[in-house]
């Protein structure tokens, strides 16, 4: 009979992907981002013919290229909590394949590097704070 091992704890990128669904499904429902409308109100506009850097009411101006607004308009077709839920987490697992690109190309391998993965969770974590705050 085979001795039973003790499992390992779960691996870093386990807990960043649990934190990271956390925060964005939290920044969806309770703060709702301004810059997120803006740009979806700006994708709107640009899908009907109409001018992306027009004002909107209690919104900010569109400071961005017409193709940013166009970038966002599969997440401007949803209700804003999904598509603000949906986006945060599309930019945050963009930013971890982003690293894990550079990370090899650097020649580390993130499999077998436990704190090149806890790095990129804090990058990730600190990015999300750091832009959802503002």
Same mark, same amino acid.
């Given at each position: 009979?085979?001795?039973?091992?003790?499992?390992?704890?779960?691996?870093?990128?386990?807990?960043?992907?649990?934190?990271?669904? $956390?925060?964005? !499904?939290?920044?969806?429902?309770?703060?709702? =981002? =301004?810059?997120?409308?803006?740009? $979806?109100? !700006?994708?709107?506009?640009?899908?009907?013919?109409?001018?992306?850097?027009?004002?909107?009411?209690?919104?900010?101006?569109?400071?961005?290229? =017409?193709?940013?607004?166009?970038?966002?308009?599969?997440?401007?077709?949803?209700?804003?909590?999904?598509? $603000?839920?949906?986006?945060?987490?599309?930019?945050?697992?963009?930013?971890?394949?982003?690293?894990?690109?550079?990370?090899?190309?650097?020649?580390?391998?993130?499999?077998?590097?436990? !704190?090149?993965?806890?790095?990129?969770? !804090?990058?990730?974590?600190?990015?999300?704070?750091?832009?959802?705050?503002?």
């Amino acid at each position: 009979m085979k001795a039973l091992a003790l499992k390992r704890p779960a691996p870093p990128i386990l807990v960043s992907i649990l934190l990271i669904v $956390t925060l964005c !499904a939290h920044t969806a429902i309770v703060k709702r =981002p =301004p810059p997120y409308r803006v740009v $979806t109100e !700006a994708a709107r506009n640009v899908v009907h013919g109409q001018n992306p850097y027009a004002p909107q009411p209690n919104l900010d101006f569109f400071k961005y290229s =017409p193709l940013a607004g166009l970038a966002m308009l599969p997440f401007s077709l949803l209700p804003d909590a999904w598509g $603000t839920f949906l986006f945060l987490l599309f930019q945050c697992f963009l930013f971890l394949w982003a690293f894990g690109r550079w990370a090899r190309a650097a020649g580390y391998d993130l499999r077998r590097s436990v !704190a090149a993965q806890w790095i990129a969770l !804090a990058s990730v974590l600190l990015d999300a704070t750091a832009s959802l705050s503002a």
